[in-house]
């Protein structure tokens, strides 16, 4: 095979191993940095640094693993670059958060099947503050004002959608199982 | 302190007090179970916000509904908990911004209904426009099409032009003529002959292009499509990738193909195996800079082809201001130092007072690119017409390296020693100044007149990018 089409290769192979490894990374990275437009920017630097280290990946290992593994990389190197040298998440964490999240990456995809079902079946007005949350991007002190409501209430019913989805996929994958 | 979901989530939002958050961590590392509980619910907030922001770019395109969430009746199961999730206590206002958030919810609501309850043909019609025409340049229709236009599923057939179809999930389409174009629903459109090129953004993933001879189907990317008038199809991929199948009934059984950027391939209507070719640019240059936002350039200004080899770094052109787009849809949160933020024109860019762009907003960013190998060349002009308004203007050295790593492209090669406009020689006696700037009054059209002698590296445009589907940008 000539070099470039084990180039070609490698690429594919990249791109196949990144998009089922992806969403994993990006709850890892969003769990360690609050917020999501902070989160999106490390993913991507992820994103980059594992293509450019592609060659280094033993394909033994889980390429998930291998991804966080990175990912912690340059998780810390956020909170070096805000300064954040306090109120973060120590190293232990970040490996055990790791673990956590590469141990349940194997039914990543049902749960988020189920996601999408659970989310046909949800109450209009639930729905609608989600979506003013996740599409329009409003803190909860927003919504509240728009809403004509209080933050805490606001916080307290966006607990109770997620925690009410949260119960539905794990129906859904259990009825999956028994069926 | 007591860490229970709605505190997790709070950690997650970063809406919580250092007290807070120092319970949370302690928490944390009190029990290793404890860190997958953490785990669970960013995974399920990562899920929620992809999920919510495609289903939303896409309901956003339902604008012509005038019934409200009251008027449908709910008729699917609930996952709702103990009395109601969400009261009747949160009131929705009446306010514009309201009003559009109903209007949305509304004709989601309706849109559920519509797949699960009983379907009504009225508003089937009325909630059935998902795209738009929002740009053509010296088109001719066989019937008629103005821009602005809402298509619902119809066929176009487009003899002479070009023209750009912006879909409600944020796709851009971009026909050249001669082209007969199907669209099908806001996923699937087919392309029965012509050209086309198409941007598809990640809330959009599986966007389905069917040919005579291949169903192609978008994992994310960018691409162009040509088809003959025999069904002969050419797919080239621009960044990204796509999965191809033959569509000859006798492919049966014949797995998927994938096809990644810089590759292209060929079938033919009654072909069961695609052929790999080599990736050509050239058909798609002229579709391709509508669907980057790039609506004109005249003289020497040029849009790069598509393609992994053409970004800055990697392509040079010596008899161009080559323009590279660079990234698309990037939040601008801080503060960013440019050159030019008003219209006027600008004989010395390198003087201008210190300026900021602290928009919130996002933005997309272009780099234009001229490395001159004949420095005894004549005055050159070009000018580019962008879709959307020019916020900004980087043209120094420094201000370009501090910009790069925000609007940069990411696969760029970046020099970090002198890349702005040279600083103007001293004129020699009766000339004009050489080098000129001209952000025209509507901030969309750049002008660049260089003068003989005069190496202009680079200016990085960046163009307003906000989040609008089709429905929006028409009002």
């Known amino acids: 095979m000539d070099r470039e089409s084990r180039e070609t290769e490698s690429r594919q192979l990249f791109t196949h191993l990144w998009l089922q490894a992806e969403p994993s990374v990006s709850a890892y990275v969003f769990a360690s940095i609050a917020g999501f437009h902070d989160a999106e920017d490390v993913v991507q630097q992820i994103a980059q640094e594992l293509a450019r280290r592609f060659e280094q990946y033993d394909p033994d290992r889980p390429f998930v693993a291998w991804a966080l593994w990175i990912a912690k990389s340059r998780v810390i190197d956020f909170y070096r670059r805000n300064k954040r040298d306090h109120l973060v998440f120590s190293d232990e964490l970040l490996k055990q958060l790791g673990e956590a999240i590469a141990a349940s990456s194997g039914q990543r995809h049902e749960r988020r099947e189920a996601l999408e079902q659970c989310l046909e079946h949800l109450p209009e007005r639930s729905r609608q503050l989600l979506d003013l949350r996740y599409v329009e991007e409003m803190p909860a002190s927003e919504i509240a004002s728009t809403t004509d409501s209080t933050t805490g209430s606001v916080r307290v019913l966006l607990t109770r959608v997620r925690g009410a989805l949260a119960e539905c996929i794990q129906r859904r994958i259990a009825a999956e199982a028994e069926g | 302190m007591n860490v229970n979901d709605e505190l997790l989530d709070r950690f997650l939002d970063g809406d919580i007090s250092p007290q807070e958050h120092q319970a949370v961590l302690s928490w944390l590392e009190h029990k290793s179970e404890h860190v997958g509980l953490l785990a669970e619910r960013a995974e399920l907030q990562v899920d929620l916000r992809r999920s919510l922001k495609r289903r939303g770019i896409q309901y956003d395109a ?288 390198r003087d201008q007072p210190p300026l900021s762009l602290t928009t919130g907003k996002r933005v997309r960013s272009y780099l234009l690119q001229l490395n001159p190998s004949d420095r005894n060349r004549t005055m050159v002009m070009g000018q580019i017409t962008f879709d959307r308004p020019i916020l900004g203007l980087i043209a120094s050295s420094r201000k370009l390296a501090e910009s790069d790593s925000v609007l940069g492209h990411a696969e760029g090669i970046y020099e970090q020693n002198r890349r702005g406009i040279e600083a103007p020689r001293k004129d020699p006696p009766g000339k004009p100044d050489r080098d000129t700037v001209i952000l025209a009054a509507d901030k969309r059209t750049l002008i660049l007149n260089l003068g003989a002698g005069s190496a202009l590296d680079q200016i990085r445009v960046i163009v307003d990018d906000p989040n609008l589907t089709w429905n929006a940008e028409s009002k």
């Open chain 2, 62 to 349: 339902l604008d012509t509904v005038q019934h409200t969430a009251d008027s449908v009746q709910h008729t699917a199961d609930s996952v709702e908990p103990d009395d109601h999730v969400v009261r009747d206590d949160l009131r929705f206002p009446v306010s514009p911004r309201f009003a559009l958030v109903v209007a949305v919810m509304a004709t989601a609501a309706l849109l559920v209904f519509a797949f699960f309850g009983n379907r009504n043909s009225e508003r089937a019609t009325n909630v059935n426009k998902i795209a738009q025409i929002v740009h053509q340049s010296a088109t001719q229709w066989v019937k008629e099409r103005q821009e602005g236009a809402l298509i619902g599923p119809d066929t176009l057939q487009l003899k002479l032009g070009l023209a750009r179809l912006n879909f409600a999930n944020g796709v851009s389409v971009a026909l050249q003529g001669p082209a007969k174009f199907e669209v099908v629903s806001g996923n699937q459109v087919r392309l029965h002959s012509g050209i086309l090129t198409a941007h598809v953004p990640e809330s959009a993933i599986g966007f389905r292009i069917e040919t005579p001879a291949l169903q192609v189907v978008d994992l994310g990317t960018a691409f162009g499509v040509s088809v003959g008038s025999d069904g002969l199809t050419n797919v080239s991929v621009f960044e990204g990738e796509v999965e191809v199948d033959a569509q000859a009934e006798t492919s049966g059984g014949v797995p998927s193909q994938r096809i990644v950027e810089g590759q292209a391939i060929r079938a033919a209507r009654t072909s069961t195996t695609i052929e790999t070719v080599d990736f050509e640019t050239e058909p798609f240059e002229q579709a391709w800079p509508i669907n980057s936002g790039v609506l004109q350039t005249t003289g020497v200004m040029k849009f790069v082809s598509p393609g992994p080899d053409f970004v800055p770094g990697r392509f040079e052109d010596s008899e161009h201001i080559v323009v590279f787009p660079e990234r698309r849809s990037v939040l601008l949160d801080s503060s960013l130092r440019v050159d030019v933020l008003e219209p006027g024109e600008y004989r010395r860019l």
